[in-house]
């Protein structure tokens, strides 16, 4: 049966004229969008001050989207606010912050593709936005779509050849490391030692990261050289010393495990960390 009209809102009377009379349109209908805003939030006392706005003014601006997602999602109205965003883009496509309230949405509702690939165009249209491509390489990931997340933040990186935000670099490494992806992860690294910090000391944390691929890679001479800086600053980098630690124990170097687990603890309980080194290098 039929809901009569009576029992019908009034934003829901007219988001479904605005639906009707959108077919087969390609302009967006900006007037009726405005009057659906208004009648959906005005109609609510005390949640929406329209200062300023009314459905005779431009299209709302950014200010306004927050007020409106709560709202209609208390209401289960995601797919009125998702459409009106789109409009709203539709209208104004050079705002960011339309296109990151849209993505956003999108995460809330748990459509992660979407909002990879949301933040992606984001970062494509707005190459000097940081915190798109590492969102959107953070969903992608979540997606189970490793490459595509190495490869928004590749182009990123391709996009700003003479100077890049060195946690993008910092982010890529990670996902390719932990994927056992260490050649490619130490290119990325030394790559940004290259054009970022020439005759500069890249960052410890890159350092580091740098080093345990040397690890990964056979290579221990160079992973211990890049490891000195740790024995001058053992304080203040405990957690770098333990990944260290952590990555010499899984490749079961556990010599090299051992000296840098002892860096955390000092020369304190030194005979117990062998005797506990001896019996996991030497089971019975």
């Given at each position: 049966?039929?809901s009569s009209?009576?029992?019908?809102?009034?934003?829901?009377?007219l988001?479904?004229?605005?639906?009707f009379q959108?077919k087969?349109r390609?302009?967006p209908r900006?007037?009726?969008i405005?009057?659906f805003?208004?009648?959906?939030?005005?109609?609510n006392p005390?949640?929406?001050?329209?200062?300023?706005?009314?459905?005779?003014t431009?299209l709302p601006?950014t200010?306004?989207?927050p007020?409106?997602?709560?709202r209609?999602?208390?209401?289960g109205?995601?797919g009125?606010a998702?459409y009106?965003?789109?409009?709203?883009?539709?209208?104004?496509?050079e705002d960011?912050?339309l296109?990151?309230h849209?993505?956003s949405?999108?995460v809330?509702l748990?459509?992660?593709?979407?909002?990879?690939?949301?933040y992606e165009?984001?970062?494509?249209?707005f190459?000097e936005?940081?915190?798109?491509?590492?969102?959107?390489?953070k969903?992608?990931?979540?997606?189970?779509?490793?490459?595509?997340?190495v490869?928004?933040?590749e182009?990123y990186?391709?996009?700003?050849?003479?100077?890049?935000?060195?946690?993008?670099?910092d982010?890529?490494?990670?996902?390719?490391m932990e994927?056992n992806?260490?050649?490619?992860?130490?290119?990325h690294?030394?790559?940004?030692q290259?054009?970022y910090c020439?005759?500069k000391?890249?960052?410890?944390?890159?350092?580091?990261?740098?080093g345990?691929c040397?690890?990964?890679?056979g290579?221990?001479?160079k992973?211990?050289?890049l490891?000195?800086?740790l024995?001058?600053?053992?304080?203040d980098?405990?957690?770098?010393?333990?990944?260290?630690?952590?990555?010499f124990?899984?490749?079961?170097l556990?010599d090299?495990?051992?000296?840098?687990?002892?860096?955390?603890e000092g020369?304190?309980?030194?005979?117990n960390?062998?005797?506990?080194?001896?019996k996991?290098s030497?089971?019975?």
């Amino acid at each position: 049966m039929r809901s009569s009209k009576s029992s019908i809102s009034e934003s829901e009377r007219l988001w479904r004229k605005l639906k009707f009379q959108e077919k087969g349109r390609v302009e967006p209908r900006i007037e009726e969008i405005r009057i659906f805003l208004s009648e959906t939030t005005l109609n609510n006392p005390g949640y929406w001050d329209p200062k300023g706005w009314s459905p005779t003014t431009n299209l709302p601006r950014t200010e306004f989207f927050p007020h409106l997602l709560p709202r209609t999602e208390e209401q289960g109205n995601t797919g009125q606010a998702r459409y009106c965003l789109s409009k709203a883009i539709t209208a104004d496509p050079e705002d960011i912050s339309l296109r990151f309230h849209r993505a956003s949405l999108y995460v809330e509702l748990g459509e992660y593709q979407k909002a990879a690939e949301s933040y992606e165009q984001i970062s494509q249209l707005f190459p000097e936005n940081v915190e798109a491509p590492k969102t959107g390489a953070k969903l992608y990931k979540k997606c189970g779509q490793v490459e595509r997340s190495v490869s928004i933040l590749e182009d990123y990186i391709k996009d700003h050849p003479t100077k890049a935000d060195l946690s993008i670099v910092d982010m890529l490494a990670a996902v390719c490391m932990e994927n056992n992806v260490h050649d490619r992860a130490l290119q990325h690294i030394e790559h940004a030692q290259l054009l970022y910090c020439s005759g500069k000391d890249l960052p410890l944390h890159l350092t580091i990261k740098a080093g345990i691929c040397h690890i990964h890679l056979g290579n221990i001479e160079k992973a211990e050289a890049l490891f000195s800086v740790l024995q001058r600053e053992t304080c203040d980098h405990a957690g770098l010393i333990s990944e260290v630690a952590d990555s010499f124990m899984s490749l079961e170097l556990y010599d090299f495990a051992l000296k840098y687990y002892l860096m955390l603890e000092g020369n304190v309980g030194r005979d117990n960390w062998s005797c506990i080194f001896w019996k996991d290098s030497h089971p019975s």
